[in-house]
């Protein structure tokens, strides 16, 4: 079947600190890989996505690359800020006959950036 | 920038009643998703709306769920008897086709239902 599994959290990092949030997926057709944040209080919204293998999606200092290899897409950023605080969401639809675009989502991971 | 809305923001019900839940896609969308996301677990699909009609539905939509759209702007999901397990965050979110393909999912900032 398809699904995620990310990285168990939460991630507590110092401001400024390097980030890595592992995804990995299965899949029965060919995803579309994306990563959703929702901060605190707030709904989800879309951080960046990769639609095919060896695409790097990229936002606001975030990137994922696809690797269809290693069926992978962390999540990195160089230097985090308080105001990255969130939790952090991997999800992929399958393209293809028979699949309506329904995303599935890893169970997410909380980031907690301190000062 | 266009956006999916929904309302209530917060909806407290009894157990056995009935609520529905609204949201205003983004205008020129035309695949509809209601997801919901009970207290510290994932995200969970529940129901895709293509043309008037379901297109697919999770093991979770059950008889007591129902969609509708009834006027060419909103998309309302129904909950007919609820439940205590009902209880969670339920998102909306809309996209547009392109190319055959399905395209990124915009989000609503969710109504929070508790039932007691």
């Known amino acids: 079947g398809n699904s995620v599994t990310q990285m168990e959290g939460p991630v507590t990092l110092s401001e400024e600190a390097f980030l890595t949030i592992n995804c990995t997926y299965t899949?029965?057709?060919?995803?579309?890989l994306f990563w959703y944040v929702q901060y605190p209080g707030e709904g989800l919204q879309l951080l960046l996505k990769?639609?095919?293998?060896?695409d790097k999606g990229s936002n606001k200092g975030f990137e994922a690359t696809y690797r269809k290899e290693t069926t992978s897409f962390h999540l990195e950023k160089g230097s985090v800020q308080v105001s990255d605080s969130a939790v952090y969401f991997c999800?992929?639809?399958?393209?293809?006959?028979?699949?309506?675009?329904?995303?599935?989502f890893g169970q997410g991971t909380t980031l907690q950036v301190k000062p | 920038e266009p956006e999916v809305t929904q309302t209530p923001s917060h909806q407290v019900t009894q157990m056995g009643q009935e609520v529905i839940l609204r949201c205003v896609p983004i205008?020129?969308?035309?695949?509809f998703y209601w997801y919901r996301q009970i207290l510290g677990q994932k995200v969970e699909f529940l129901v895709s709306?293509?043309?008037?009609?379901?297109?697919?539905k999770s093991e979770i939509f059950d008889d007591q769920f129902s969609v509708e759209r009834p006027d060419g702007s909103n998309f309302t999901l129904k909950i007919r008897s609820t439940k205590l397990e009902d209880s969670a965050m339920y998102f909306c979110?809309?996209?547009?086709?392109?190319?055959?393909?399905?395209?990124?999912?915009?989000f609503g900032p969710g109504t929070r239902l508790l039932v007691l």
């Open positions: 205008s020129n969308h035309l695949y």
């Open positions: 990769a639609t095919k293998a060896d």
């Open positions: 999800a992929l639809i399958v393209h293809g006959s028979g699949n309506t675009g329904k995303l599935i």
């Open positions: 709306f293509y043309n008037n009609e379901i297109s697919e």
């Open positions: 899949a029965t057709g060919y995803p579309s």
């Open positions: 979110a809309s996209s547009r086709l392109s190319g055959g393909a399905v395209e990124t999912q915009y």
